[in-house]
């Protein structure tokens, strides 16, 4: 059987999904107070499509406007934020959200659910939450986050970041409840892979130190792989 997805697009207004502002969910990961840097790390996730479809693969690409007709493609190299569970919910509700749309990604869609990470000045972070703690989780403007990827690539300056930065204070958001539902998952993605663990070790394979020490740390990325 053939598999076809829909990615549908919309203009460059920055807006989409039902008419809802693009948001990006970002996770605390380390707070930087240096002299010279004083800077919030937060980590977020992507989709990616790092190979070449298989022969029975078959995408499209669906661009309003555009004849109202899709166009195939062979996704590689493709990079997709991920920004909610849907185009119906605005904001992860539940634990059973991520894991359900991850496998989605994953297993069925054949593509890979990685982690990235982007700075922020942390006058900007406090503004909408003071003294931010790992875990927490932000929403932020499509407008900021790509300010922020621009400055992680190295395309614009730190002074030139900070400057950017004042007009969009209003476009970040500190999200209690979804700072709890991934805490929850992150949580149980760490039993999940301790109990791995254990298996692995009684069968006289156990895992690496290196492996065995980072399940030790808690906090965004900690996520069960295959």
């Known amino acids: 059987m053939t598999k076809t997805t829909t990615v549908s697009m919309t203009g460059a207004q920055g807006r989409a999904w039902n ?11 380390e707070v ?10 937060c980590a977020y996730y992507i989709i990616e ?11 499209s690409l669906e661009l309003l406007g555009l004849d109202d007709q899709p166009v195939p493609v062979a996704l590689f190299g493709l990079g997709g934020l991920i920004c909610r ?28 659910v990685e982690i990235a990470d982007l ?5 900007l972070v ?23 990827h621009a400055y992680r690539a190295g395309r614009i300056s730190a002074a030139d970041f ?6 969009l204070a209003q476009t970040i958001e500190f999200s209690e409840s979804e700072t709890e539902v991934f805490a929850q998952w992150a949580a149980a993605q760490m039993d999940a892979a301790r109990r791995n663990q254990h298996r692995l070790a009684d069968r006289g394979k156990a895992l690496p130190a290196v492996v065995s020490a980072a399940l030790l740390e808690d906090g965004p990325g900690d996520r069960e792989t295959s």
Not at 32 to 41: E, G, I, P, S, W
Not at 119 to 123: A, E, Q
Not at 162 to 167: A, F, I
């Open 19 to 29: 008419g809802a502002a693009i948001d990006v969910p970002v996770i605390v990961d």
């Open 32 to 41: 930087k107070n240096l002299d010279q840097f004083q800077m919030t790390r």
């Open 49 to 59: 499509a790092p190979e070449p479809p298989g022969p029975n693969d078959h995408w």
């Open 85 to 112: 569970p849907s185009t119906d919910a605005a904001r992860f509700e539940s634990v059973r959200q991520i894991d359900s749309l991850f496998d989605a990604i994953e297993l069925r869609a054949k593509l890979l």
């Open 119 to 123: 700075w922020l000045p942390n006058f």
């Open 126 to 148: 406090d503004l909408a939450r003071p003294s931010p703690r790992r875990g927490d989780v932000y929403r932020i403007g499509i407008d900021l986050f790509k300010m922020a």
């Open 162 to 167: 900070y400057l950017g930065c004042e007009p």
